[in-house]
């Protein structure tokens, strides 16, 4: 995963914009089931829409019950 910083301005055709997103997603009930296969195919599939969306992901972390990620 690329490290990006959050304070890079994105240029796009006549406009130019910074926004910085925090996510945090838990799981029903909180409980531990990001684990092993589980957390990498979650990590796969973030990546992929944030690819097809042209998103730049600055930190991601997935913990067994919780997921942090910064846009």
Known sequence: ???????????????VSLLN???VFIPKR?????????????QELICEVCNENRWKIIAM???????HLFL
Do not use: T, W
């Not at 995963?1 to 406009?15: C, T």
């Open 1 to 15: 995963m690329p490290s990006f910083i959050p304070d890079e301005y994105r240029h796009e055709g006549n406009a």
């Open 21 to 23: 997103y925090h996510f």
């Open 30 to 42: 909180r409980k531990k089931v990001l684990i092993g296969a589980i957390a990498q195919r979650l």
């Open 61 to 67: 972390e997935i913990m067994s019950d919780h997921v």
